[in-house]
């Protein structure tokens, strides 16, 4: 049996019977809100490739290495010495011109790097200007040897002039774009990069990695400039109910129904938000909060709008504001315990968001100590642990979030439930097994109109390796409640990791955007299909509309990566005429 492993954001197969990595995110109901998500896929993005991030900045010299399993190359030691079609030429010229080549090829081997550039500049000026193949090996050896040097400046120069001579020279791209990485030019670098992995035969995984590493390091500057310049984010009505229904004891969005009674005759923006949020109407929230907090000093309702509106600018992609309306909140004096300790949750929500596990466990402390009855916060830790493999303390904050809760919620049951299945699981009990999955039936059939419970249920079967049966109960889910776009988007993603009935999980996608066009989750698996059909130019367009949507700073980053990935198969295509597949599917 193949072992799959439960986090909060999914399910992640980690390991094949082989031993093997191959990770699988699969969508899951009861999420921790934005923030977990964010998490899990910052993890996810790690493992994609079979790599781990980050990794060395550094390109072997031996970069251009041609491996075969029947007959391997020797190690390069990064010359060119007869290969690249370099000429042949008989002229007296030409022949000096290699003669003085293979003296500055001896110097290099012998690590005399500044004899070694000596002999390659006289070869440049003895070689005929059109024995341009000649002229690509000698530019990209003097680039080698400024390369031992850390001349990165002038080896872009050389490797751009080898380039010119030869624009398939794999080993100059490579080159080049180590020097990129080096001065810190990321987007320059991703593209020499993918050029020299893709031309490479058979393309290496050393290979693959760097490029990874540049598209990472790109986003990653590319990030910063984004979120500080970027206006809200069009709100999914998914995510708002899936990040609603997990705070039960938000002291606002779970009471909005008692803000809605006028005040003196009139109605405040706040009030009109809150009908707006009833409505389902989630993108006119914030104008009115924005209202609401410009009144000042008669805004009567200053706690509950910096909790509202905390909680809408996540949803919206806007996590700075967020934290700047957290911290007015928190700073109010006799700030009732309940408000308190959501604030710190929010707070503690965001910083799991940045990866700063550290602080939210602090956060999360500090807001236990402040309302130690608030089931919410063991709800998010539970499943933080969960999806750090903590499978004993999420037991434990499970179970106390559903003593606090007044009336059973799914979500938890299930929690608990997972806990259950990974110690059953690893301890290899198969009575425990059988019991609890007689638990998770009989909580099927008492929530038979809940789509979680139905996607629950099927992705129990999933963490068993039972694909044909959980595809079954997502198609019992789907005609239970086929409004339910998450429903939806798992039973495509099981069909897509099993690499069959891509058709039909691309129909099941195209109904989700449907449903909910601004649901970010969506827009991920529907790039990843269209790339495995061999329509890059729709999963271009995904992974743009992915980009458009999603909302914390780390996933954004893996948008933009996902992005970078299709352009650089559009590119091969457009200037080699090569189809070449997306190096994440390869």
Not at 71 to 89: C, D, I
Not at 397 to 426: G, R, W
Not at 526 to 532: A, I, N, S, W
Request: charged fraction near 25%; glycine fraction near 4%; charge should be neutral.
């Amino acid at each position: 049996m193949k072992l799959w492993l439960s986090n909060a954001s999914g399910l992640f197969r980690i390991t094949n019977e082989d031993g093997t990595r191959n990770v699988t995110k699969m969508a899951i109901f009861g999420v921790t809100g934005v923030a977990c998500a964010s998490f899990a896929s910052y993890k996810l993005y790690k493992w994609l490739g079979k790599t781990n991030l980050p990794i060395s900045a550094k390109i072997r010299d031996n970069d251009n290495a041609q491996r075969s399993s029947a007959n391997a190359a020797p190690k390069s030691n990064g010359l060119t010495s007869q290969t690249n079609g370099e000429s042949t030429a008989t002229s007296d010229a030409a022949s000096q011109a290699i003669k003085a080549k293979e003296q500055g090829n001896e110097f290099f081997k012998k690590k005399r790097y500044d004899q070694a550039l000596s002999s390659y500049n006289q070869a440049l000026e003895l070689c005929p200007k059109e024995e341009v193949k000649l002229l690509a090996v000698l530019y990209q050896n003097r680039a080698a040897a400024n390369d031992c040097k850390k001349n990165w400046k002038t080896v872009v120069a050389d490797c751009t002039e080898a380039i010119r001579c030869d624009p398939n020279y794999q080993k100059a791209y490579m080159r080049r774009g180590k020097a990129h990485m080096e001065i810190r030019k990321y987007k320059e670098a991703k593209k020499d990069l993918a050029v020299g992995y893709y031309l490479q035969k058979p393309p290496s995984e050393s290979v693959k990695q760097s490029l990874i590493l540049a598209m990472d390091k790109d986003a990653e500057v590319a990030v910063v400039g984004y979120m500080k310049n970027r206006q809200p984010v069009l709100i999914s009505a998914e995510t708002v109910r899936s990040y609603l229904a997990n705070f039960q004891f938000d002291p606002v969005t779970t009471c909005l129904a008692k803000f809605s009674a006028p005040v003196d005759g009139k109605r405040a923006p706040f009030q009109v938000a809150c009908d707006h949020i009833e409505l389902s109407q989630y993108n006119a929230v914030l104008p009115y909060l924005d209202e609401q907090m410009a009144l000042g000093e008669s805004n009567g309702y200053l706690k509950e709008t910096l909790l509202l509106r905390a909680t809408f600018r996540v949803l919206a992609g806007l996590p700075d504001e967020a934290e700047s309306d957290i911290a007015k909140l928190i700073g109010i004096k006799d700030l009732p315990p309940r408000y308190m300790s959501t604030a710190l949750l929010r707070k503690a929500l965001l910083a799991i968001s940045k990866m700063n596990t550290y602080n939210a466990f602090s956060n999360m402390t500090d807001a236990i100590a402040c309302d130690p009855k608030n089931g919410d916060i063991y709800h998010h830790r539970g499943q933080i642990n969960l999806l750090m493999g903590d499978i004993t303390s999420c037991m434990d904050d499970t179970e106390k979030a559903i003593s606090y809760n007044k009336t059973e919620v799914p979500a938890l049951i299930f929690q608990k439930q997972m806990c259950e299945l990974q110690m059953a699981l690893h301890g290899k009990r198969e009575e425990d097994l059988n019991n609890l999955m007689s638990e998770l039936k009989t909580m099927r059939e008492k929530y038979s109109t809940e789509p979680e419970v139905w996607g629950l249920y099927a992705q129990t079967f999933v963490s068993l390796g039972e694909f044909e049966k959980a595809q079954d109960i997502y198609d019992q889910a789907i005609a239970c409640c086929p409004n339910c776009p998450t429903l939806y988007i798992q039973a495509a993603q099981l069909l897509t990791s099993l690499d069959k009935g891509l058709e039909k999980a691309l129909a099941y996608l195209n109904k989700a955007k449907e449903l909910d066009p601004y649901y970010e989750n969506t827009y991920t698996h529907l790039g990843h299909v269209y790339l495995k059909l061999g329509k890059i130019d729709e999963g271009l367009e995904s992974y743009q509309k992915l980009l458009a949507y999603t909302r914390s700073a780390p996933d954004v980053k893996n948008a933009m990566v996902m992005v970078s990935s299709v352009e650089a198969q559009l590119d091969m295509k457009k200037n080699f005429g090569l189809e070449v597949p997306n190096i994440f599917n390869n």
